[in-house]
Structure formats: structure tokens, C-alpha cells
């Protein structure tokens, strides 16, 4: 059982970096859907990330229907505020792989693509009065810890000793 990040066209190279750096810590492997709007040598995509790029598993893709031909019978999940259920709904729990997908930073995911897999389409529980949206790094580390939550943490360190531990 594994959980995936996917970013439709991310825009950000902080938010990707940020994303990266939870995959390292979630073990998530992270797939990137091209365009993208920086360079992944980008100092601000590195910056974000620190020293935690090379340890995460990273794919790129021409174009969403690349992705799909790539992983065409996969549990898919569209992270959308127009989604009509919470994602905290749904069970992660089943020994499945989970592949949550975000869309980028200005519209989101294609419409017609939501359209089509509108049961999978899964929403974080916000304010839509005061915000459009919520910061897309947030949201990736807010629905995989979820899914690693319902999972009980596999592979994931529940406590750790430090050499200058400030609890000891």
C-alpha cells in the first residue's frame, strides 16, 4: 500500500518543494504532470525542498493523459473544492495504492476531467466566503497524513530519540 502525490501543471516552485519535502518525510512517491511553471532546477523549488529532493521517488509526464495511459486502473482521487464529499470520507485503509491529485495553483483541475471522475472527486471542509482556496502544499500534507492516519503510519517513525533531545 502506497500513497501517491500528483500535481496537474504545479505553478509554484515553493508549493512543489514544500510537496516534495512531505513526500520525503510520507515516503509518498511524487508525479509531476507537465507543463510545469518553473524549472526543477529552480533555486526557489530547491530552497523549499532543502536536502529532501533526492530522497524523493519523482516521475514527470508529458500530460495528464500520459499520466493516465501510465496508471490506468488506479484508485484516483481529485482533490477539488468542488468535490461533493469530504476527503476525509473516504477509507485509505483497504491495502490499496492511493493516488491523490491536485490541480495547479490558478484553475485547479481540467473541468471535463473532474466532469468524468466526479465520484472521485473528494473536498476539503473550508470557508468559502473568506477563501478561494486553501495553499496547495497545505492541502497535499493535510490529505496524506489522512490517508497515512487511517493506515496507522506505515513505515512512519511514531516517536524518535534525538541526540540533543529537548523533551529528555
Not at 525542498?49 to 495528464?64: C, T
Amino acid at each position: 500500500m502506497t500513497n501517491h502525490i500528483v500535481l496537474f501543471e504545479p505553478q509554484i516552485p515553493a508549493n512543489t518543494g514544500n510537496i516534495a519535502r512531505t513526500c520525503a518525510a510520507t515516503n509518498s512517491p511524487l508525479h509531476l504532470i507537465e507543463p510545469l511553471g518553473f524549472s526543477t532546477d529552480d533555486k526557489q523549488l530547491k530552497r523549499a525542498g532543502l536536502d529532501y529532493w533526492h530522497d524523493v521517488d519523482i516521475s514527470y509526464y508529458e500530460n495528464l493523459a500520459a499520466f493516465l495511459e501510465k496508471h490506468p486502473d488506479i484508485e484516483l482521487h481529485l482533490i477539488t473544492k468542488f468535490g461533493h464529499r469530504t476527503y476525509s470520507e473516504v477509507a485509505y485503509n483497504d491495502n490499496n495504492d492511493h493516488y491523490f491529485m491536485f490541480g495547479k495553483e490558478t484553475t485547479g483541475l481540467p473541468e471535463e476531467f473532474m466532469r468524468s471522475r466526479e465520484a472521485d472527486c473528494l473536498r476539503i471542509p473550508m470557508n468559502d466566503q473568506h477563501v478561494r482556496s486553501l495553499n496547495l502544499s497545505n492541502t497535499a500534507a493535510l490529505v496524506i497524513y489522512e490517508a497515512l492516519r487511517q493506515q496507522e503510519f506505515p513505515n512512519l517513525e511514531l516517536a524518535h530519540h534525538y541526540e540533543h533531545d529537548k523533551l529528555d
